[in-house]
């Protein structure tokens, strides 16, 4: 072989070494970005769960109680004296 053909090879060697690293490379900050965004996607719905509960709460302690409506007029009528219409 000649030393211009053998220094040719060695090059091409290295060159696929190179693409191999980068390719990997790659693979992984893909693989990390997943993982990240899943991580901030469950953050969120663990924050919106926690602020459905909070609202929910909010509502029940502003909401005034139901009491049974029991009428009571101002003025009580007359115990005496008037005969009762029917």
């Known amino acids: 072989m000649t030393k211009s053909k053998l220094k040719k090879i060695r090059t091409q060697v290295k060159e696929n070494a190179y ?3 980068w390719g990997a490379v790659t693979l992984v ?3 990390g970005q997943v993982y990240v965004g899943n991580g ?3 953050l969120s719905e663990t924050g919106d769960a926690i602020s459905a509960d909070i609202n929910l709460l909010i509502e029940v302690l502003a909401m005034p109680m139901e009491r ?3 009428y ?3 003025v009580p009528p007359p115990t005496t004296g008037m ?3 029917q």
């Open 19 to 21: 693409y191999y690293f």
């Open 29 to 31: 900050v893909v693989a």
């Open 40 to 42: 901030y996607r469950r």
């Open 68 to 70: 049974e409506f029991i």
């Open 72 to 74: 009571e007029p101002l």
């Open 83 to 85: 005969p009762i219409i």
